[in-house]
């Protein structure tokens, strides 16, 4: 280096650029790959067969492609017809009775106090009773001529009825038993929702002079419309999928009367050992569940959803 000439600053140390712009991707995926496996393996994986079931048929030889035959098969049987009527009432039956109910209880309930809590705690007892034996203890209700309900007509000098063995009346008796199970377990998410209504709204409506009915329907009815669109999605939910009691107390019967989706998915395939056809009526169920909770969650947003 000549003399006099000074030597260039030494630059600041640079790290080096990386090459591999997934490598701090690798990490990120060890840690969820429990997850994805259980996923694939549990979710996943069970949808594409479905889906495979659904538009194939089994021969001899393995199985064949059929398309959409299976799903015409399954729309032309009367007792696929049945159960899809059955699980409509049954969903009307025991949702809007439960969401009243709930919202009835959880009004009277809201507040402080040991009476309260202790009225909270009675009725979500029948929420910690397991389905099977809920339907034990209602059978025991149902019998006709010895069971309870009957015996108690008797005293009055009315007449009972087979509750179970009369098809006009079988899936009202299993409609009842869901709404007592199902009540007490949404009350709890309504009354979280009374509790977070601000109480500067309540106040401003007794200063305007709101007796106590328009305090419920212009303040309290509107600030619940959210938790209503939880709670009613997850009362849909339960109306497909709690089929628990019909194996108890009727397995779908008189005459096809308590037949609800599920039940006939698994009487297709267990039963009958047709999976082609339960699987289209998975499908089917699902994608009818999928359109009811889609359109319960746009309703619930009001006319901010249109926005």
């Not at 650029?17 to 393996?41: E, H, T, Y």
């Not at 299976?70 to 032309?76: D, G, R, V």
């Not at 402080?112 to 929420?127: K, N, Q, S």
């Not at 056809?277 to 959803?305: D, I, W």
């Amino acid at each position: 280096m000549p003399a006099g000439h000074k030597a260039p600053a030494a630059r600041a140390a640079e790290p080096p650029a990386d090459r591999r712009p997934w490598a701090g991707l690798l990490l990120p995926l060890a840690l969820l790959s429990p997850s994805l496996v259980f996923l694939a393996l549990f979710t996943y994986w069970p949808v594409v067969e479905v889906l495979w079931d659904a538009t194939h048929a089994a021969t001899r030889r393995g199985t064949r492609f059929v398309g959409f035959a299976n799903f015409a098969a399954l729309f032309a049987d009367p007792s696929f017809q049945r159960a899809l009527l059955n699980n409509a009432l049954y969903a009307v039956g025991t949702v809007v009775p439960s969401l009243v109910l709930a919202l009835a209880f959880a009004l009277a309930l809201n507040g402080a106090g040991r009476v309260r809590a202790l009225m909270r705690a009675v009725f979500f007892l029948p929420v910690m009773i397991p389905l099977v034996a809920a339907a034990a203890l209602f059978l025991f209700l149902f019998l006709p001529g010895i069971g309870l309900i009957d015996h108690h007509l008797a005293r009055l000098g009315l007449n009972g009825a087979n509750w179970l063995g009369d098809p006009d009346l079988a899936l009202a008796a299993i409609t009842v038993l869901t709404v007592w199970k199902n009540a007490g377990y949404y009350m709890l998410f309504v009354l979280a929702g009374l509790q977070a209504i601000p109480d500067e709204a309540r106040e401003a409506a007794l200063l305007d002079g709101a007796g106590p009915w328009q305090r419920l329907l212009y303040v309290t009815l509107p600030a619940l419309r959210p938790t209503f669109a939880f709670v009613g999605v997850i009362a849909l939910l339960n109306a497909v999928t709690q089929v628990d009691h019909v194996f108890v107390l009727t397995k779908g019967g008189p005459s096809d009367a308590t037949k609800l989706l599920l039940f006939y998915i698994y009487e297709q395939a267990a039963e009958r050992y047709d999976a082609g056809r339960a699987a289209a009526a998975t499908v089917v169920t699902l994608s009818l569940l999928a359109a009811l909770t889609a359109l319960s969650l746009s309703r619930s947003q009001g006319p901010e959803a249109a926005r």
